[in-house]
């Protein structure tokens, strides 16, 4: 895994090696930029495929034509390459993915896209057209943002690195301040930054006199139901994720899995240590407050399939000394609180290993989560008033708040918070923290004139017509690939992970696994309450019954408490009425009721909470 950077235009060496270093820890063991002409490529690779120097990037085709800089693993790379040695065209000088590539896009063009199954952000520069694709995985695991200003196309793996080209300004986009509140991130394409966007999942442009001629989709979902029986369904299922998994084990490091004790990770590690030949090493934390704590979980399943476990656990005091390292690196506000752990066990693991698998995908792929479930009551609760809901939501304030792990008060609170607006927009708002409502309260009235999005659900209205021939039902599973998963879990996993330089890699999200699952009826996925179906029934006989049956749990951490406790005195510095007046965003008398009441233990407002820590901390240290 790798970190990219470069601009097709204005700028010199110095701004490329400023935007590379800016991105090293993506890549430490080297780091390269080119300057040829008006074409700037930078890399800094962590190597995994090939450790020679001869694999280093840029990369060029032996006529020098094309130079190409990649940051991912292409699965599906050697057979690739025996298609083009047939072809009697190319010789290889390494045994790298890099070169399959390079060569690839030199025999199919654009269509290369198509033939190739991995995780990766590409820039290629073809020296004969005088032109730059720039292109992205079809489920979005790895990164790319871009600008084009003064006729200059700018791009990296992170924002952070296009703000270190000197033509790029750093100018608050208030409607993506609008959608962070709700969302916790800021969906694609926008950025915190007008003029910075990030490039769509399955998506390549062009940039070719000095503008973008040509951005398209080269791989589309397609939810079209396959006759199958559930059977044969679930023994094609157990090929794809054994290959999917084996597959994922090339590596010319360490390798190990992340193993959380929850089905997805248990899967993995199931298969990896199916397809391996010695104990595979896998790692997991554990948390002193139970309602958050897997580790016995874990342990189980890996002496269930005999593994080699590592497991480490986290606490308030260490969370404390992660948390502004953790911001330092986010150059977009990110209010998922479970980065901490998540950036904790890959910290823990590459002491081990420099690659992971991790369970990532299959939530989303098959309803796994519990807004599935609670979506089945949204057509009785639309049948009553709107009056009526609003005081079944009141009611829920009675509820004493409770610190625990998906407390009854925090369901219900999240429940009646998502009938706020209609119901395109209830799942959003469920995983979710600021609702329309409360945004009202907490914006200025000058910065309410400048927001021109409303409500700021708005983005995702394009994913609901997307499929236009789906169910209601993956229209739904659509909606959670373009927003939570694109921009929640593969954020997390891939920013916590490459801050301390680990590769993390997603079987579930292997394409034939993404494409043969999207073709199935739904009540193979979720039946009743019962989400995961088909994969519960293909890990009953493999794993522990406790892990089949046990509900989901997610990787949270106590941030309620912490709030009150641990975290206090952050909150009431960051969150300080001085803090808060100096940039004229938000109204300090409705956040000081927030903290107020949490504090107090009257609500449990610790999303909300968190939500605006995240901004403040974001603000001081990039603005």
Same mark, same amino acid.
């Given at each position: 895994m790798c970190g990219i950077a470069g601009f097709i235009g204005k700028g010199n060496r110095e701004d490329l090696k400023s935007m590379i270093n800016a991105i090293s820890y993506r890549g430490p063991d080297y780091q390269c930029t080119e300057l040829i002409g008006n074409v700037g490529l930078a890399h800094a690779r962590l190597s995994i495929i090939d450790l020679s120097p001869e694999a280093q990037q840029p990369f060029y085709t032996a006529d020098k034509t094309i130079s190409m800089v990649f940051n991912g693993e292409i699965y599906n790379y050697l057979e +690739?390459?025996?298609?083009l040695l047939k072809l009697g065209k190319y010789s290889f000088r390494t045994t790298s993915d890099t070169e399959v590539l390079v060569y690839l896009y030199q025999e199919y063009g654009e269509k290369f896209l198509e033939k190739i199954n991995g995780m990766f952000a590409i820039a290629i520069y073809d020296f004969n057209k005088e032109q730059l694709l720039l292109t992205r995985d079809r489920m979005g695991k790895k990164p790319v943002y871009y600008s084009v200003i003064n006729d200059t196309l700018i791009f990296a =793996?992170?924002?952070?690195?296009?703000?270190?080209?000197?033509?790029?300004?750093?100018? %608050?986009?208030?409607?993506a301040i609008n959608e962070y509140l709700t969302f916790d991130y800021i969906p694609t394409p926008n950025t915190i930054f007008n003029n910075i966007y990030k490039l769509e999942a399955s998506q390549y442009l062009i940039f070719k006199d000095a503008k973008i001629t040509n951005k398209r989709a080269y791989w589309k979902v397609n939810f079209t139901e396959?006759?199958?029986?559930? &059977?044969?369904?679930? /023994?094609?299922?157990?090929?794809?994720? !054994? !290959?999917?998994?084996?597959d994922r084990l090339m590596s010319d490091v360490p390798l190990g899995v992340f193993l959380s004790g929850g089905l997805d990770s248990s899967t993995v590690a199931y298969y990896a240590q199916k397809n391996a030949k010695v104990p595979v090493n896998t790692f997991s934390i554990g948390f002193s407050e139970k309602s958050y704590d897997e580790s016995d979980y874990a342990k189980l399943v890996a002496k269930k399939i005999g593994t080699k476990h590592h497991e480490e656990f %986290?606490?308030? =005091?260490?969370?404390?000394? +992660?948390?502004?390292?953790?911001?330092?690196?986010?150059?977009?506000?990110?209010?998922?609180?479970?980065i901490i752990p998540t950036y904790f066990l890959s910290k823990f693991t590459r002491k081990h290993v420099t690659v992971a698998l991790g369970g990532d995908g299959s939530d989303e792929l098959l309803g796994g989560y519990p807004t599935f479930i609670s979506d089945k009551? %949204?057509? /009785?609760f639309s049948l009553f008033p709107k009056s009526?809901?609003?005081?079944?939501?009141?009611?829920? !304030?009675?509820?004493?708040?409770?610190?625990?792990?998906? &407390?009854?008060?925090?369901?219900?609170?999240?429940?009646?918070?998502? +009938?706020?607006?209609?119901?395109?927009?209830?799942?959003?708002?469920?995983?979710? &923290?600021?609702?329309?409502?409360?945004k009202n309260k907490l914006f200025t009235d000058n910065i309410k004139k400048t927001i021109s999005n409303g409500n700021g659900l708005t983005s995702i209205d394009r994913y609901l017509t997307d499929v236009p021939n789906a169910n209601k039902f993956n229209v739904l599973l659509y909606s959670y690939y373009r927003t939570y998963l694109l921009e929640d879990i593969l954020v997390k996993v891939d920013r916590a992970s490459m801050y301390n330089s680990l590769e993390v890699r997603a079987p579930f999200l292997d394409v034939n696994v993404v494409e043969f699952l999207n073709t199935l009826p739904k009540e193979y996925k979720i039946q009743g309450f019962n989400g995961k179906r088909i994969l519960k029934e293909l890990m009953r006989n493999k794993l522990p019954n406790e892990i089949i049956e046990r509900p989901k749990k997610g990787f949270g951490i106590p941030v309620s408490l912490w709030l009150r406790n641990e975290l206090r005195e952050t909150m009431e510095y960051y969150l300080s009425e001085e803090r808060i007046t100096r940039h004229g965003i938000f109204e300090y008398s409705y956040i000081e009721r927030l903290k107020k009441e949490h504090l107090a233990l009257k609500h449990n407002h610790r999303k909300l909470l968190w939500n605006l820590l995240v901004f403040e901390m974001w603000y001081d240290n990039f603005m």
């Open positions: +690739l390459k025996k298609e =793996s992170e924002l952070k690195a296009i703000l270190k080209h000197p033509l790029v300004k750093k100018d %608050l986009n208030y409607n396959q006759n199958i029986s559930f &059977s044969d369904a679930t /023994a094609t299922l157990d090929v794809l994720l !054994n !290959n999917a998994v084996r %986290l606490s308030a =005091s260490t969370s404390l000394t +992660l948390i502004p390292d953790i911001i330092s690196k986010l150059d977009e506000p990110f209010a998922d609180p479970s009551f %949204l057509k /009785a009526l809901i609003r005081s079944f939501s009141a009611l829920t !304030n009675l509820l004493p708040p409770s610190d625990k792990n998906i &407390s009854l008060d925090f369901k219900l609170t999240q429940f009646f918070k998502g +009938l706020e607006e209609s119901s395109q927009y209830t799942h959003t708002l469920w995983l979710g &923290s600021f609702t329309p409502s409360l």
